[in-house]
């Protein structure tokens, strides 16, 4: 079914051609918020009056002839971004009134571009769980089942574009958080290259916003299409000119190939940690046969793929020992050493040394070596985002107590993070796309990863499934 909610391609059409006004747009989109969000919850801080300011000076700037790449497009902020004049909290009650008077650098980038922000999206506590829900704004439900969760911790930002609150929003990922609430909630995504964009300004509350090298974290684009996740890609890529100085335009090579047909790919549907659910699986197979369809070479399997497993131990001791490297750790329960599942790796990462660190961050660039070999016979691996859709949901106080239901059978919360884990790990790009819908009629999603520094091959790919399976469709 045809969306009937505009990309942000679209609505530049629009505006290029004098048929609708940037305030025209902005007015729309507050309607829809002040109509639909109080079961969604989706925006947890409004700014409409500076929206509606940035609209007008949007107008007049184009009736001067400017044309800038987002001048007049509402988007959305995940609460995280530090934006003057609004609140940063991560959903942490103590921060409720540290009100930062700077601009993250991708905020500020964003409104160069001309955007027009109209507030931020809600996040979890911490921004440390796979669904968005906090004491201080409450619970972003998904828009195609107000019982299930909308992801995490990006969740605000993709229900708000799944319901038409803004055209565009940018998100952060360490653990899947682009791509998981993309996956929920039937958006796209872009989790780019490690160090692609500058992040500065999104940081912990009452922090100083700083260009420090992020572990694992980045931040990236979000939208309703393949071809709007690399339109504000390009606005927000390129390193903190603190750094580097004015030279901050970073130019990414071209997609390696334009056709369908050119493109050779690993499609991975199986996880030797954890199964992958029958809805999820699904997809993967509707993309790969999508791909056969369209000429490309397809493998299920490679020698040169970097072992799963190990990557996602990897993955999760970076993950937890950097999560807690500021926590006491001494009264951790430390588990039995015969004890190999992912929740015994979580918990000896708590106690991580720097010596364990170092070593841990050696096999990563192993890996990433492997991964450099890969991509010399393949152009993107296609595979899982998590093993099911969105699921109800589960606030239990404790996380590790939560569990993950995977066709009727439970299997610990988190070890469902290995696939985002996958791409996270390396610091490879990894694009969000939908891939149809589960027999209960919720977005099921796969993710595209890519060579590093390469992001513009899996938004290629992106934009070209797009054409063959669909893409967004409004939640009904």
């Known amino acids: 079914m045809p969306s009937n909610l505009p990309a942000a391609a679209e609505l530049l059409t629009a505006l290029r051609a004098g048929d609708v006004t940037s305030l025209e747009l902005t007015d729309e989109?507050?309607?829809?918020?002040?109509?639909?969000?109080?079961?969604?919850?989706?925006?947890?801080?409004?700014?409409?009056?500076r929206a509606r300011t940035a609209a007008r000076e949007a107008d007049q700037a184009r009736a001067r002839g400017e044309d800038r790449p987002l001048l007049g497009i509402p988007v959305t902020v995940k609460e995280s971004y530090n934006i003057a004049g609004l609140p940063t909290t991560w959903g942490v009650p103590r921060y409720r009134d540290?009100?930062?008077?700077?601009?993250?650098?991708?905020?500020?980038?964003?409104?160069?571009?001309?955007?027009?922000?109209?507030?931020?999206?809600?996040?979890?506590?911490?921004l440390q769980d796979i669904q968005t829900f906090n004491e201080l704004y409450g619970t972003t439900t998904n828009p195609w089942d107000h019982t299930r969760t909308s992801g995490g911790s990006s969740g605000g930002s993709a229900a708000a574009l799944a319901a038409g609150f803004g055209a565009l929003s940018i998100g952060s990922d360490l653990a899947g958080s682009l791509r998981t609430p993309a996956h929920f909630c039937g958006i796209y995504a872009?989790?780019?290259?490690?160090?692609?964009?500058?992040?500065?300004?999104?940081?912990f509350p009452a922090s100083p916003a700083l260009p420090a090298d992020l572990d694992l974290a980045v931040v990236g684009p979000m939208a309703r299409t393949a071809r709007d996740l690399t339109l504000l890609l390009d606005v927000m890529a390129g390193p903190d000119p603190l750094t580097f100085g004015k030279a901050y335009h970073l130019a990414l090579p071209p997609a390696r190939h334009e056709r369908l047909s050119e493109f050779?790919?690993?499609?991975?549907d199986e996880h030797p940690l954890i199964p992958t659910g029958a809805a999820v699986r699904a997809g993967v197979h509707r993309v790969a046969a999508a791909l056969t369809d369209g000429g490309a070479r397809v493998e299920r399997r490679s020698a040169l793929l970097p072992d799963l497993a190990e990557s996602a131990t990897l993955y999760m001791q970076l993950l937890i020992s950097g999560a807690v490297a500021r926590f006491p750790v001494e009264s951790l329960k430390r588990p039995d050493e015969d004890d190999q599942s992912l929740d015994a790796v979580r918990l000896r990462a708590m106690a991580f040394s720097h010596h364990d660190w170092l070593e841990a961050d050696n096999r990563r660039e192993l890996h990433r070596h492997g991964w450099r070999q890969l991509f010399t016979e393949f152009d993107a691996v296609v595979c899982p985002i998590t093993p099911t859709p969105a699921f109800p949901h589960d606030h239990h106080p404790n996380p590790?107590?939560?569990r993950i239901d995977i066709d009727d059978v439970d299997y610990p919360y988190f070890d469902q993070l290995v696939w985002a884990g996958l791409a996270t790990m390396p610091g490879l790009p990894a694009t969000a796309i939908p891939a149809g819908r589960s027999p209960e009629g919720l977005p099921v999603g796969v993710q595209l990863i890519g060579p590093m520094f390469e992001d513009r091959t899996p938004l290629r790919l992106a934009e070209l499934l797009e054409q063959r399976i669909g893409g967004f469709e409004t939640p009904r």
Do not use: Q, W, Y
């Open 29 to 49: 989109a507050i309607a829809r918020i002040e109509r639909d969000d109080e079961v969604l919850n989706a925006i947890c801080v409004t700014d409409f009056d």
């Open 98 to 126: 540290f009100v930062p008077t700077e601009d993250a650098v991708p905020v500020s980038r964003l409104k160069a571009a001309g955007a027009v922000v109209l507030g931020k999206t809600n996040v979890p506590l911490g």
């Open 190 to 203: 872009h989790k780019p290259t490690l160090g692609l964009v500058a992040h500065r300004g999104m940081a």
């Open 264 to 268: 050779r790919v690993l499609v991975l």
């Open 400 to 402: 590790m107590e939560r």
